[in-house]
């Protein structure tokens, strides 16, 4: 479920750094199957480290940090990690498996490994919540706060990262709240007609959903400064190729502002994105987009010959679930 919030993510974002004396970090990555020749590592005050693979097919650097929350990213997926000044970190992972495969060995990398099967067992922990009745995902989570607080305060952690990971836990239980009741929202839709969109078309003229009615209808909601959508554009470019011929319909709409109309049909053109491509009259505030409910993208919505919604939260396009799925409706 990677379209949902980790808490490491949300950490990230929110601080300005823990201390701002810089010691140099000595950090080497070897990455399997990796989805890029870079990796780049950022951190508060806009820190931004690329460091480029060398011949031997490690990523290194010796920089200089502040101590404090850090995030590293391949290109398309990301993690969080936590650098000491004077820490030596040796990180290995498999991209294919980018999440379940991280360790970070060497000096001063314990919170980083917390921070790794801590995202893990968020992300585990989500795909069994929101499969609950109400008073049973409560008791779940709750169940899940109490534990993992247990597990900072007896941990060896450095006392201001237990601060903070003790501060974030609220906010994941607040976030997790708001995504069920979301989700409930959305579940009332599934099996209904879904609303109806009338946008621009990139090709020419403007493209309805009753137009596509007979087929399955893929939408990806997106936006071109949208980094986490750009990173599903390879994914979905597979499953366009995967499924052509069958009896389906790949749609793209864009809700990026009318001032950027030109910068998304540039880069429409120039990534050579495929399947329909259409322009939402208003952004976010697009009827279509209203009432699905969109907070956050992308977001990906199928919808069956009929026009009628079967999932309107569905599996993103890296997601295996989302070919389980077509596969069984497109057999």
Request: with cysteine.
């Amino acid at each position: 479920m990677k379209n949902l919030f980790v808490a490491g993510l949300l950490i990230f974002s929110a601080l300005n750094g823990i201390s701002q004396t810089k010691n140099q970090v000595k950090f080497t990555a070897k990455i399997a199957h990796r989805n890029s020749d870079s990796l780049v590592i950022r951190g508060a005050n806009q820190f931004r480290q690329v460091i480029k693979i060398d011949k031997n097919e490690v990523f290194s650097r010796n920089f200089e940090a502040p101590k404090g929350f850090y995030q590293f990213s391949d290109g398309l997926e990301s993690s969080s990690l936590y650098l000491y000044p004077d820490s030596e970190v040796n990180l290995t992972m498999d991209a294919k498996e980018f999440d379940e495969t991280i360790v970070y060995k060497g000096k001063g990398v314990n919170e980083s490994n917390f921070l790794a099967k801590h995202s893990l067992d968020n992300e585990k922990f989500l795909e069994q919540a929101f499969t609950k009745e109400k008073p049973e995902f409560t008791a779940f989570l709750e169940q899940k706060i109490k534990s993992d607080i247990a597990t900072i305060e007896k941990g060896d952690y450095d006392p201001e990262f237990k601060k903070v990971l003790l501060g974030s836990f609220e906010q994941f239980s607040q976030y997790v709240v708001q995504e069920y009741d979301r989700a409930a929202e959305m579940n009332k839709i599934n099996g209904k007609p879904s609303p109806e969109f009338d946008y621009e078309n990139y090709k020419g003229g403007k493209t309805k959903l009753a137009d596509l009615k007979g087929k399955y209808v893929y939408i990806d909601l997106w936006a071109t400064w949208c980094g986490p959508c750009r990173a599903e554009i390879p994914f979905l470019q597979k499953a366009e190729q995967k499924y052509h011929g069958k009896n389906i319909e790949f749609v793209s709409i864009s809700i990026d502002k009318l001032k950027d109309h030109e910068k998304w049909k540039k880069f429409v053109a120039d990534k050579n994105l495929g399947g329909v491509q259409l322009f939402a009259d208003k952004d976010w505030e697009s009827e279509f987009v209203v009432k699905y409910g969109v907070t956050g993208i992308p977001r990906f919505i199928l919808i069956d010959p009929n026009g009628n919604v079967v999932s309107a939260d569905a599996p993103r396009p890296s997601s295996p679930e989302l070919e389980a799925k077509l596969d069984t409706l497109l057999k």
